[in-house]
């Protein structure tokens, strides 16, 4: 029975989630937190404001620092701190009084660092685990990502660049996990999210981007990819993944040039290469040092040997290569590469744009640099424009699992 109401539960979120993107941005979004652990067990702890716990029959006030246990037990979940214990329930939500409340949540079984989260918690079990859900402000979440994914320290204009991208990302994907029942994932298969931003800086950019977008010229919310370092030219969607988005075509960028992950080098044994290029239908028995040799002045999308023509991309998957920009050389005991860049090399550079940054260039001009013919509108002017679901064609890499936002 209980298996036959959760999936029925999961049917309506997943229409919900499917239809009502507006009204679902107006609210809180769902996170599964911890979501590539199979949960067990763990300790919430609040640190600021006020917290109710709300199970089936009852709800208690929590107070700051009280510890709170929530363990599994089958396919419920037992409540209790060190004086009380409150039973066993299908779900139990952790509520936030104050519209400014903390809390801390401590993974036990697996044990894992804690991590702060803003305003809501609800937890029951699916999937064979403990599922953590926060229930967060979206621009809390967005600013929580920004430091998740752009690090400390840096220029307030990339800050706002930034926040358009995991905007955009966040408001075109609110559907992504619909049929599991929640918005999104914390991990790289979403967005990365790490739990509370403390910097002010990233708020302030956040809330001066509040609510902006970047569409494309059918204004729809773009494929906001992004990376590390494009080695000083980015690549072109068709060029990594199947489809061709007219906004995501490769720029030269020669910012990113004084950049840590600019350059970089592998050497890889000769054996492991020539069995790479085997399994690719080269004929390995008649393969010389001048066959393997291979040279990209500008990014290419095959490495050919002996006809063959291998994409540059399967390379550097099959390797766990910086990137997909490298040349190659044989030698006698092995294979060397000399590479540029870190990342797929589609969209905006980061490294690249904390340079423009930091050189006086505005976020708008940032974004147009790396995406072209696209705009920076609001979600209520977006809504107000558009009837129905708004998903932008996501250009999915087949043969990969690595997501199109990250490097």
């Known amino acids: 029975m209980h298996s036959i109401n959760v999936m029925k539960i999961r049917q309506i979120i997943a229409i919900s989630l499917l239809l009502l993107p507006h009204a679902i941005w107006a609210q809180k979004l769902s996170i599964s937190i911890f979501?590539?652990?199979?949960?067990?067990?763990?300790?919430?702890?609040?640190?600021?404001?006020?917290?109710?716990?709300?199970?089936?029959?009852?709800?208690?006030?929590?107070?700051?620092?009280?510890?709170?246990?929530?363990?599994?037990?089958?396919?419920?979940?037992?409540?209790?701190?060190?004086?009380?214990?409150?039973?066993?329930?299908?779900?139990?939500?952790?509520?936030?009084?104050t519209g400014h409340d903390l809390v801390r949540i401590k993974p036990i079984v697996p044990s894992l660092p804690a991590r702060l989260y803003d305003d809501n918690m609800n937890f029951y079990v699916d999937f064979h685990r403990l599922m953590a859900i926060n229930l967060i402000e979206q621009e809390k979440y967005v600013a929580a990502v920004v430091e998740a994914e752009a690090g400390p320290n840096r220029a307030p204009e990339f800050y706002r660049a930034q926040a358009l991208i995991v905007r955009t990302y966040t408001y075109a994907n609110l559907h992504r996990h619909a049929d599991e029942g929640f918005n999104l994932c914390d991990g790289v298969h979403c967005q990365a999210y790490k739990g509370r931003s403390d910097n002010n800086r990233i708020?302030?950019?956040?809330?001066?981007?509040?609510?902006?977008?970047?569409?494309?010229?059918?204004?729809?919310?773009?494929?906001?990819?992004?990376?590390?370092?494009?080695?000083?030219?980015?690549?072109?969607?068709?060029?990594?993944?199947?489809?061709?988005m007219p906004y995501l075509v490769g720029v030269p960028d020669r910012f990113c040039s004084g950049g840590r992950s600019y350059t970089w080098e592998r050497r890889i044994p000769l054996s492991q290469w020539r069995r790479f290029l085997a399994e690719q239908g080269v004929d390995t028995?008649?393969?010389?040092?001048?066959?393997?040799?291979?040279t990209q002045k500008t990014r290419q999308s095959h490495y050919v040997v002996q006809g063959v023509r291998i994409p540059t991309t399967k390379v550097r998957e099959r390797f766990n290569l910086k990137s997909a920009w490298f040349n190659v050389s044989a030698h006698k005991h092995d294979v060397r590469l000399s590479g540029r860049g870190y990342g797929h090399g589609v969209g905006l550079c980061q490294e690249g744009a904390m340079a423009m940054a930091n050189r006086g260039w505005s976020y708008e001009r940032i974004i147009a640099h790396y995406y072209q013919d696209v705009s920076i509108v609001s979600i209520d002017e977006l809504q107000a424009e558009t009837e129905g679901p708004i998903v932008p064609q996501l250009p999915t890499p087949p043969d990969s699992t690595e997501p199109i936002r990250l490097f």
């Not at 300790?43 to 917290?51: A, E, F, I, N, R």
């Not at 199970?55 to 396919?75: C, E, F, H, W």
């Not at 028995?285 to 291979?294: K, T």
Request: proline share 3%; with cysteine.
């Open 285 to 294: 028995l008649r393969l010389s040092a001048a066959d393997i040799g291979f």
């Open 35 to 97: 979501n590539e652990t199979p949960l067990s067990s763990l300790l919430l702890t609040p640190t600021h404001g006020q917290y109710r716990l709300v199970m089936p029959d009852t709800a208690i006030s929590v107070s700051a620092n009280q510890l709170v246990y929530i363990t599994r037990k089958g396919d419920s979940i037992s409540v209790r701190d060190a004086q009380h214990d409150w039973g066993t329930h299908r779900r139990v939500a952790l509520v936030g009084q």
């Open 203 to 244: 708020f302030e950019a956040t809330n001066d981007t509040r609510d902006l977008i970047i569409v494309d010229a059918q204004r729809k919310p773009i494929a906001a990819a992004f990376h590390a370092n494009c080695g000083g030219h980015t690549a072109n969607s068709e060029d990594v993944w199947v489809a061709a």
